[in-house]
């Protein structure tokens, strides 16, 4: 059964609000350098024949399913919003995608595909806002053949980022209404008009042992952007800095545990 937190969070993610502000502090132009550079790592990393099919687990409105699309590959993209799926398809038709993309809804927590369907999974930005993150986990890792891929993109809680803002939420606009260490790492609980939404900045030992108990093995984990504070900065002389930053720190230094973004790519035992 699902828990008061899964269902308050489900509710505030199947209405657009959230997806909105999602959309308009990260997938920005000012990004687009940042998150190219990241999924040719991720491409490369992955190593798959071109016509392979990888699932975006939490796909939002495929701005990633899309890069993958764009790259060659063949995507299932699934969400649980039903409100975000409606305008991923719209964006995966303009973007003439279609024959590309394959989008489902469906819920992490309880996947309807078989075990071990998929050799690569991608899912960016997800686990950090689903409560039952142990769960979800163990499903991606059921989903993932033996020897399959998973990339997992999370907040790092022991960033230099993290730490600086350890009292504050980290969505603009929302009440904070508390914080909390658990197991998994630091988790935010905001409120909006919309509802109850988590950000949790994960430990990153947390994650890379659960994925041990699910026969995940980490093959690399690198850093992804050090900081999204241009979400935060009005200047932008700022945010234009930070950006090179971030690309500079991700291009030539990739040391994980300063960078806010972590990247973990998990092989699955055979
Ligand atoms: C921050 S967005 C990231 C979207 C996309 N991966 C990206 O990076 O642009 C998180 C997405 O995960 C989805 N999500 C959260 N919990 C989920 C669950 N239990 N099952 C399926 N999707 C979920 C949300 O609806 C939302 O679209």
């Given at each position: 059964m ?8 489900e509710?505030?993610l ?17 990004n ?7 999924f ?16 975006d687990?939490?796909c939002g409105i ?13 995507v ?12 991923a398809?719209?964006a ?7 024959r ?13 595909f078989r075990d071990g369907?998929?050799?690569y999974i991608v ?5 950090m806002?689903?409560?039952d ?12 053949r ?9 907040g ?36 909006s ?10 430990d ?5 042992e659960?994925?041990?108990?699910n ?15 241009y ?6 002389l700022?945010?234009?800095l930070?950006h ?6 991700f ?6 545990r300063?960078?806010f ?6 092989e699955?035992?055979?």
């Amino acid at each position: 059964m699902k828990s008061l937190s899964t269902k308050m969070v489900e509710e505030s993610l199947a209405k657009p609000d959230i997806h909105r502000q999602w959309g308009d502090e990260y997938l920005i132009e000012e990004n687009e350098r940042f998150f190219n550079l990241a999924f040719d790592y991720v491409v490369r990393e992955l190593n798959a024949p071109r016509d392979a099919t990888i699932l975006d687990a939490g796909c939002g409105i495929c701005l990633h399913a899309r890069r993958l699309a764009a790259r060659g590959f063949n995507v299932v993209a699934v969400d649980f919003s039903e409100s975000i799926l409606r305008e991923a398809e719209e964006a995966v038709r303009a973007a003439g995608l279609s024959r590309k993309i394959t989008l489902r809804r469906e819920d992490l927590l309880s996947l309807s595909f078989r075990d071990g369907s998929f050799d690569y999974i991608v899912c960016w930005g997800v686990l950090m806002h689903i409560p039952d993150v142990e769960t979800a986990l163990s499903e991606l890792a059921r989903v993932l053949r033996p020897g399959g891929l998973l990339v997992v993109s999370e907040g790092n809680m022991h960033s230099f980022q993290a730490k600086l803002r350890r009292d504050r939420c980290s969505i603009k606009g929302m009440q904070c209404l508390g914080v909390k260490r658990t197991p998994a790492g630091m988790e935010y609980w905001a409120s909006s008009p919309a509802g109850m939404i988590l950000t949790r900045h994960a430990d990153m030992e947390w994650l890379i042992e659960k994925g041990r108990s699910n026969l995940l093995y980490v093959r690399s984990h690198v850093a992804g952007q050090f900081t999204d504070l241009y979400t935060r900065t009005p200047s932008r002389l700022s945010r234009k800095l930070i950006h090179l930053f971030n690309n500079f720190w991700f291009a030539h230094i990739r040391f994980p545990r300063l960078a806010f973004g972590n990247i973990v790519l998990f092989e699955k035992e055979v």
